[in-house]
């Protein structure tokens, strides 16, 4: 298990790799602890849907379960461990049927759905009892087409980027049984940073799983999305983190 602190954890050649999405993130969240106006301490009952299209239940990071019709309503998704409602949100995704219905499925395709710095992400705010927003969650989505999915690791490096690169503490994790690179890559990776009245989380994976080739071992050809790629980001209030 190797703990890298500071600015090391980020190369030269991923943050040059990744500098116009990292700019597409800073210009998606305004300040520190926002996501497309999603900030810890925002009450619910105050809160609108002006460029949201759709609210539902969250599943840690998941599907969505119950559609909701406001955010007042968080205490229809059940508590979390931590005793946290989680809302699932999406982007307000107009642009998208509008293009569908122009007959430009590609240009619907350039804007559709949630993304944060070019990523198809879930996106969902965690509420306590009371109404106030206590978390945000972020995770790259499983849906997303193969390429998008095989960048989605890149996620992590642009959160990490936007919050500074110094301060956080990183392990990077082995890999474990019948686990190995995917194209000589292997990020298996978990990175914690405190501000103040903030606690930042990322996860990262870029991987294959057991019994994941890159080539199908019976018919030679090359396979297709036989990898795992995924961040996780969460950004808590330290009273609820780790409970």
């Not at 998606?28 to 996501?35: A, H, K, L, M, P």
């Not at 989605?152 to 110094?166: E, F, S, T």
Request: aromatic residues 6%; glycine residues 12%.
């Amino acid at each position: 298990m190797t703990v890298v602190r500071g600015a090391a954890i980020v190369s030269v050649a991923t943050v040059l790799a990744i500098a116009a999405t990292a700019g597409s993130f800073a210009q998606t969240v305004s300040d520190e602890g926002e996501v497309h106006g999603l900030k810890l301490g925002l009450r619910a009952a105050a809160m609108t849907l002006d460029g949201w299209g759709q609210l539902a239940c969250g599943s840690d990071g998941g599907p969505p379960r119950q559609d909701l019709d406001s955010w007042a309503d968080f205490k229809k998704c059940p508590p979390e461990a931590n005793g946290l409602h989680e809302v699932a949100a999406r982007f307000d995704d107009e642009a998208e049927y509008v293009a569908k219905a122009l007959g430009v499925p590609a240009d619907a395709a350039g804007r559709i759905g949630t993304r944060v710095a070019g990523h198809p992400v879930v996106l969902s705010a965690l509420f306590d009892d009371g109404g106030t927003l206590r978390g945000v969650r972020m995770v790259s989505d499983p849906r997303a087409t193969p390429m998008e999915r095989r960048m989605a690791h890149l996620l992590g490096v642009a959160v990490i980027n936007r919050y500074g690169a110094d301060g956080w503490t990183c392990t990077d994790l082995p890999p474990a049984e019948g686990e190995s690179a995917v194209g000589g890559v292997f990020i298996k990776r978990h990175c914690e940073k405190a501000l103040p009245g903030r606690a930042l989380t990322v996860e990262t994976h870029f991987l294959r799983k057991p019994g994941q080739r890159d080539i199908d071992p019976e018919t030679g050809d090359y396979t297709h999305g036989q990898f795992e790629s995924w961040t996780r980001f969460e950004l808590f209030d330290p009273s609820y983190h780790k409970r």
